[in-house]
Protein backbone atom coordinates (compact mmCIF):
# COMPACT_ATOMS: atom_id res chain seq x y z
CA UNK A 1 0.00 0.00 0.00
CA UNK A 2 1.66 3.53 -0.87
CA UNK A 3 -0.22 6.70 0.59
CA UNK A 4 1.29 10.23 -1.32
CA UNK A 5 0.39 13.17 -0.08
CA UNK A 6 0.80 16.44 -2.33
CA UNK A 7 1.85 19.71 -0.96
CA UNK A 8 2.89 23.46 -2.46
CA UNK A 9 0.50 24.20 -4.76
CA UNK A 10 -0.91 27.78 -4.84
CA UNK A 11 -1.79 30.98 -6.34
CA UNK A 12 0.82 32.70 -8.66
CA UNK A 13 1.03 34.98 -11.36
CA UNK A 14 1.99 34.28 -14.92
CA UNK A 15 5.56 33.86 -15.50
CA UNK A 16 6.25 33.22 -12.13
CA UNK A 17 7.36 29.12 -10.21
CA UNK A 18 6.29 26.83 -7.91
CA UNK A 19 7.57 23.50 -6.99
CA UNK A 20 4.91 20.68 -6.07
CA UNK A 21 6.17 17.83 -3.99
CA UNK A 22 4.77 14.20 -3.44
CA UNK A 23 5.79 12.63 -0.51
CA UNK A 24 4.92 8.75 -0.11
CA UNK A 25 5.05 6.15 2.15
CA UNK A 26 5.92 2.25 1.89
CA UNK A 27 9.05 0.47 1.64
CA UNK A 28 9.14 -0.11 -1.95
CA UNK A 29 8.77 3.53 -2.98
CA UNK A 30 11.63 3.32 -5.89
CA UNK A 31 9.74 0.64 -7.78
CA UNK A 32 7.26 3.16 -8.73
CA UNK A 33 6.89 5.23 -11.77
CA UNK A 34 5.63 8.45 -10.11
CA UNK A 35 3.72 10.87 -12.46
CA UNK A 36 2.54 14.05 -11.80
CA UNK A 37 -0.81 14.81 -13.96
CA UNK A 38 -3.10 17.77 -14.10
CA UNK A 39 -7.43 18.59 -14.29
CA UNK A 40 -8.44 21.56 -15.07
CA UNK A 41 -12.48 22.43 -14.81
CA UNK A 42 -14.40 20.44 -16.88
CA UNK A 43 -11.42 18.83 -18.09
CA UNK A 44 -10.11 14.94 -18.25
CA UNK A 45 -6.87 14.09 -16.10
CA UNK A 46 -3.75 14.36 -18.30
CA UNK A 47 -0.73 13.47 -17.69
CA UNK A 48 2.05 16.22 -16.96
CA UNK A 49 5.76 14.44 -16.48
CA UNK A 50 6.95 10.96 -15.07
CA UNK A 51 9.96 9.99 -13.65
CA UNK A 52 10.73 5.76 -13.13
CA UNK A 53 12.58 4.29 -10.56
CA UNK A 54 15.58 4.30 -12.25
CA UNK A 55 15.22 7.94 -13.58
CA UNK A 56 13.71 7.58 -17.28
CA UNK A 57 11.51 10.87 -17.32
CA UNK A 58 8.86 11.61 -19.98
CA UNK A 59 6.86 15.23 -20.23
CA UNK A 60 3.76 16.23 -22.51
CA UNK A 61 4.56 18.40 -24.77
CA UNK A 62 3.19 21.31 -23.30
CA UNK A 63 5.50 21.88 -20.57
CA UNK A 64 8.82 20.89 -21.95
CA UNK A 65 11.21 23.27 -21.17
CA UNK A 66 8.96 24.80 -18.50
CA UNK A 67 8.81 21.91 -15.51
CA UNK A 68 11.08 19.48 -14.13
CA UNK A 69 10.78 16.31 -12.67
CA UNK A 70 12.58 14.68 -9.82
CA UNK A 71 12.46 12.13 -7.39
CA UNK A 72 14.51 11.49 -3.55
CA UNK A 73 13.68 7.58 -3.33
CA UNK A 74 15.53 7.99 -0.09
CA UNK A 75 12.94 10.99 0.93
CA UNK A 76 10.32 8.41 -0.66
CA UNK A 77 9.16 12.41 -2.60
CA UNK A 78 9.09 12.97 -6.15
CA UNK A 79 8.98 16.77 -6.80
CA UNK A 80 7.60 19.08 -9.86
CA UNK A 81 9.22 22.52 -10.21
CA UNK A 82 7.09 24.36 -12.55
CA UNK A 83 8.61 27.41 -14.14
CA UNK A 84 7.55 29.91 -16.93
CA UNK A 85 3.55 29.00 -15.85
CA UNK A 86 0.22 30.47 -17.85
CA UNK A 87 -2.59 30.80 -16.92
CA UNK A 88 -3.65 27.58 -18.82
CA UNK A 89 -1.49 25.98 -15.90
CA UNK A 90 -4.10 26.27 -13.78
CA UNK A 91 -5.51 23.12 -12.64
CA UNK A 92 -5.93 20.62 -9.69
CA UNK A 93 -2.18 18.27 -10.05
CA UNK A 94 -2.11 14.66 -8.97
CA UNK A 95 0.86 12.42 -7.55
CA UNK A 96 0.34 9.26 -9.32
CA UNK A 97 2.47 5.95 -8.35
CA UNK A 98 2.39 3.22 -10.68
CA UNK A 99 3.62 -0.44 -10.69
CA UNK A 100 2.97 -2.53 -13.65
CA UNK A 101 5.08 -5.61 -11.68
CA UNK A 102 2.46 -5.35 -8.93
CA UNK A 103 -0.63 -3.90 -10.87
CA UNK A 104 -0.94 -1.55 -8.60
CA UNK A 105 -1.56 2.34 -9.00
CA UNK A 106 -2.04 4.93 -6.47
CA UNK A 107 -3.18 9.01 -6.39
CA UNK A 108 -2.79 11.38 -4.07
CA UNK A 109 -5.50 13.85 -3.28
CA UNK A 110 -4.52 16.79 -5.41
CA UNK A 111 -3.12 20.40 -5.02
CA UNK A 112 -4.87 23.17 -6.69
CA UNK A 113 -2.04 25.62 -8.80
CA UNK A 114 -4.01 28.68 -10.19
CA UNK A 115 -2.08 30.62 -12.15
CA UNK A 116 -3.27 34.44 -12.84
CA UNK A 117 -2.40 36.09 -15.76
Known amino acids: QVQLVESGGGLVQAGGSLRLSCAGS????????MGWYQQAPGKRRELVAT???????NYADSVKGRFTISRDNAKKTVYLLMNSLKPEDTAVYYC???????????WGQGTQVTVSS
Open 96 to 106: NADSRLLSTSY
Open 51 to 57: ITGDGRI
Open 26 to 33: GSIFGIYT
